[in-house]
């Protein structure tokens, strides 16, 4: 599910959260003085602050390939006689399926949800929450 800021979610699972922390305004040195581990049940409620994608930087030469060619056909197609327009088409459709794979399997959505209990999970997997 997508989420949009301002919604209300809940979590769908318990999270246990573990690690050395510090506390806010505390130098990177500083860090890590604090032991300690928390869990968050199931169900906690809390809104949506930020939704964000990130893409993997990874790209197969298919893909890049895929990128040129696009960008080439956009950019200058209007100016090529039509049998190179058509030509460069036919081989940017050839390796538009690659392009829409490599779509799907780089795109992570991260949200920063506010919890009722004050606390706030940032770059948060958008599937470990449900609709509230």
Known sequence: MTWKEGQRVKLAAELGLSGSVGLAGDSAAEAGAVVGSLSLAAGCEGTVERRYERQDRHQSQEVRE??????????????????????????????????????ERTR????????????????????????A
């Open 108 to 131: 992570h959505v991260r949200v920063r949800v506010r919890l009722d209990n004050g606390f706030v999970l940032d770059d948060a997997r958008e599937d470990l929450f449900t609709s």
């Open 66 to 103: 895929y990128v040129r060619l696009r960008s080439l056909l956009d950019d200058f197609g209007h100016q090529m006689p039509p049998a190179s327009r058509k030509q460069l088409a036919e081989q940017v459709g050839s390796l538009e399926a690659e392009w829409v794979a490599h779509q």
